[in-house]
């Protein structure tokens, strides 16, 4: 069964850093775009940023300059790295492996239990 597992979630002053970890097993396809997708209470889940196996990277309009997506093929590992976070911020993110970004359109795939993120002002 495919599973993802992230970590690296916690309570940060606004202008601080997080580093999200996922690591994906069970997975076959690889090269398959590989996402953080956030969500807060209430709310639907919106897309971050995705990645495919090539290191192509999409942001939303939002974190761009601030977020840095990243992965290690070899292992199925994905990363988030979050600087000068905001309180809006403030959110659960969730890995997802088996992504799509069309236009406005973002859909994930499978998806991690999620891990949460708060930003204090």
């Known amino acids: 069964s495919v599973q993802l597992v992230e970590s690296g979630g916690g309570s940060v002053q606004a202008g601080g850093s997080l580093r999200l970890s996922c690591v994906v097993s069970?997975?076959?396809?690889?090269?398959?775009?590989m996402g953080w997708f956030r969500q807060g209470l209430g709310l639907g889940r919106e897309g971050v940023a995705v990645?495919?196996?090539?290191?192509?990277?999409t942001y939303r309009d939002s974190v761009k300059a601030r977020f840095t997506i990243s992965r290690i093929n070899a292992n199925n590992t994905l990363f988030l790295q979050m600087n000068s976070l905001k309180p809006e911020d403030t959110d659960w993110y969730y890995c997802?492996?088996?992504?799509?970004?069309?236009?406005?359109?973002?859909?994930?795939?499978?998806w991690g239990q999620g891990t949460q993120v708060t930003v204090s002002s």
């Open positions: 990645i495919g196996s090539d290191g192509r990277a």
């Open positions: 997802t492996a088996g992504c799509a970004v069309a236009g406005d359109t973002w859909l994930g795939g499978y």
């Open positions: 069970g997975y076959d396809d690889s090269e398959d775009c």
